[in-house]
């Protein structure tokens, strides 16, 4: 069956990094624009960035944009999540996301996902 694991959260310090690795198995990952979205408790879902099949085009949100770094290796069948300069409001879940269609009409829409990972969790605080 398709499925998304997370890993490489963590507590970071303000300033530090971290690097998020999602596994994907069970589809044609490489055919797939794929995402990360994070979740503060209790509050609504933010769509982080998103990357083509092929990794020539990236998106993200100005949240983010020119501290965060996707990627992918489609030999691994793996998105990754560079996050530098982190600041306490990055503090979230953090899900990776695979689309119900191969190349989304919009990566920042939910109703545009099909499958989700369990979320690994990202603390930064001093």
């Known amino acids: 069956q398709v499925q998304l694991v997370e890993s490489g959260g963590g507590l970071a310090q303000p300033g530090g990094s971290l690097r998020l690795s999602c596994a994907a198995s069970g589809f044609t990952f490489s055919g797939y624009t794929m995402s990360w979205a994070r979740q503060v408790s209790g509050k609504g879902l933010e769509w982080v960035s998103a990357?083509?099949?092929?990794?020539?085009?990236?998106y993200y949100a100005n949240s983010v944009k020119g501290r965060f770094t996707i990627s992918r290796d489609n030999a691994k069948n793996t998105v990754y999540l560079q996050m530098n300069n982190l600041k306490p409001e990055d503090t979230a879940l953090y899900y990776c996301?695979?689309?119900?269609?191969?190349?989304?009409?919009?990566?920042?829409?939910?109703?545009?996902?099909?499958?989700w990972g369990q979320g690994t969790q990202v603390t930064v605080s001093s």
């Open positions: 990357i083509s099949s092929d990794g020539s085009d990236t």
């Open positions: 996301a695979k689309p119900l269609f191969p190349r989304p009409n919009s990566w920042y829409e939910t109703n545009e996902y099909d499958v």
